[in-house]
């Protein structure tokens, strides 16, 4: 298995350009998204995306539209509950093959989670759903730790997507600038699931989410510095191996990106802030 080094050695100027300064466009409006850690756009319901709060907050899926307004289905109350969960760490979103939202309770700042999971919930309607069904929970471990916390605090997550099959989640790295790409070979509530390593990729800082193409044909990976996208693996199951492109941004803590479109992303911030990012002002580097 190979590092996969961004370009820092072929374009050291690009990297070291200074940020974009984004504009937001809009801002979440329901304040029950208070600590957003998360963006994903939803397939059923044009114009909607699915949020969620991180750590301590209620196990609720809020449903915004593209300009950040409440997606409700009741006058007296907001969001939709998720049965019989519990959000110890929220931290990521994604959607599998079937239409299911699949919810990263992944969030490991001190590494030493042995109880990470991610559940599994038929994608709800905003505009009628209280409640959901009760959503299938999966264990899951990473097959590289052994001590918990490890001496390198390398297994803390905050991204994940879905692609060809599978789960993926990428790290938020606290002892370098490597982001670690690992799969999830089954989502099973029977045992405890292995996520095993299959990459690792030179972000140059924090990885906070992730968001596939609708067509899985480009994988955008958000850091508190900026944006990256990945086209089609070089190799089988290797999402860093692709063309890379880059830009750096300067927005807040930006936690949730989300494709809008086939030409855009939306990135959102922890203060509710919302920015369209065409995907056009993105530099290949790789």
Same mark, same amino acid.
């Given at each position: ?5 961004? &370009?820092?050695?072929?374009? @050291? ?18 304040? #029950? ?14 114009? +909607?995306?699915?949020?969620?709060? *991180? ?26 509950? +998720? %049965?019989? %969960? ?10 599998? $093959? ?13 590494? #030493?989670?042995?109880?990470?999971? +991610?559940?599994?919930?038929?994608? @709800?309607? @905003?505009?009628? *759903?209280?409640?959901?069904? @009760? ?8 097959? *590289? ?26 790290? #938020? ?36 989410? %992730? ?9 955008? +990976? ?13 190799? &089988? $199951? ?11 941004? &300067? ?6 990106? %989300?494709? *809008? ?21 993105? #530099?290949?580097?790789?």
């Amino acid at each position: 298995m190979k590092t996969v080094l961004a &370009a820092l050695l072929l374009f @050291p100027c690009l990297l070291h350009a200074g940020p974009e300064e984004l504009k937001s466009y809009a801002r979440v409006q329901p304040r #029950k998204v208070n600590e957003g850690s998360a963006l994903l756009a939803s397939r059923r319901f044009p114009g +909607v995306f699915w949020a969620i709060n *991180d750590s301590g907050g209620e196990p609720v899926l809020y449903p915004v539209s593209r300009d950040g307004a409440a997606v409700s289905a009741s006058t007296s109350s907001y969001g939709v509950a +998720v %049965a019989s %969960a519990a959000n110890r760490d929220w931290e990521a979103l994604a959607m599998d $093959g079937e239409g299911n939202i699949l919810i990263g309770d992944i969030g490991n700042n001190s590494n #030493k989670r042995r109880d990470l999971a +991610v559940y599994s919930v038929p994608e @709800p309607d @905003p505009y009628k *759903d209280a409640l959901t069904a @009760p959503a299938r929970k999966a264990r899951l471990r990473y097959a *590289d730790q052994r001590a918990f916390p490890p001496e390198e605090r390398n297994f803390d997550g905050e991204a994940m997507f879905w692609a060809g099959g599978s789960l993926y989640i990428i790290s #938020k790295n606290r002892a370098d600038t490597l982001a670690k790409l690992y799969r999830l070979e089954s989502l099973s509530p029977e045992k405890e699931n292995a996520a095993r390593l299959v990459s690792r990729f030179d972000s140059r800082a924090m990885v906070t989410d %992730a968001a596939m193409s609708p067509d899985g044909a480009l994988l955008a +990976v958000l850091t508190y510095e900026g944006i990256w996208t990945f086209g089609r693996p070089a190799r &089988a $199951g290797d999402y860093f191996s692709g063309p890379a492109s880059f830009l750096g941004i &300067a927005a807040g803590q930006c936690e949730g990106i %989300a494709f *809008d479109g086939p030409g855009a992303l939306v990135v959102s911030n922890e203060e509710r802030d919302l920015f369209r990012v065409p995907l056009s002002s993105l #530099k290949p580097v790789r």
